[in-house]
């Protein structure tokens, strides 16, 4: 996802959101996505609404963060919930695994 950064997004905000999504899934297994060179902003985003169940910002923040840092970790818990929803985001050509945290 090589587009540049909306505005109103500084270095800062994803720094701080980043932490608190980090804090967020540190026990049990979790999605992580990586970046690619594919997909859109808006193709992310309706993925992480429709399979994870973020809301915009969330899932906005978590496309920004895919793009500036190279992954994100967006959904956490256990390993029988989040193999299928997994699944689901690599068949929409995104890339993402299921690991451990």
Known sequence: MNYPLSAGHDEDTLVEE?????????EGWHIVLYNDDENTFDHVIECLMAYCGHDALQAEQCAIIVHTKGKC??????????????TALTERDLSAEVEPA
């Open 73 to 86: 970790s967006v959904k956490n818990g256990d390993l029988d919930q989040l193999e299928p929803i997994c």
């Open 18 to 26: 980043e932490v608190a999504l980090d804090e967020a899934v540190s």
